[in-house]
Nanobody, 122 residues
Framework: QVQLVDSGGGLVQAGGSLRLSCAASGSIFAINAMGWYRQAPGKQRELVATITSGGRTNYKDSVKGRFTISRDDDKNTVYLQMRSLKPEDTAVYYC????????????????WGQGTQVTVSS
């Protein structure tokens, strides 16, 4: 019913920038929050940044000051502007959405994008 399509990953040298995008589509009643998680090989998936419907943001400590999450409500799209990238940022980045579906019960679910690879070389 709801799909998240994330994109924008690639290979970049340390100190470079990338901008990730994620568009949500489908039977959306409301989006409570969207954000980005990442998972490096052999590690747990971890929160990178989130933004709530009220505009509150939350960042992993190691990306504060370098990454900026933003949204375009008209397009149901969330962005992650990544600057001053470091090799330790290398991971698959997954778009996340906590989304209320257009059903009689207005049930919220967690949705995930397919992931986009970010590789930062030293």
């Amino acid at each position: 019913q709801v799909q998240l399509v994330d994109s924008g990953g690639g290979l970049v040298q340390a100190g470079g920038s990338l901008r990730l995008s994620c568009a949500a589509s489908g039977s959306i009643f409301a989006i409570n929050a969207m954000g980005w998680y990442r998972q490096a090989p052999g590690k747990q998936r971890e929160l990178v940044a989130t933004i709530t419907s009220g505009g509150r943001t939350n960042y992993k400590d190691s990306v504060k000051g370098r990454f900026t999450i933003s949204r375009d409500d008209d397009k149901n799209t969330v962005y992650l502007q990544m600057r001053s990238l470091k090799p330790e940022d290398t991971a698959v980045y997954y778009c996340y959405g906590h989304i209320v579906v257009r059903t009689g019960t207005l049930t919220p679910y967690d949705y995930w994008g397919q992931g986009t690879q970010v590789t930062v070389s030293s």
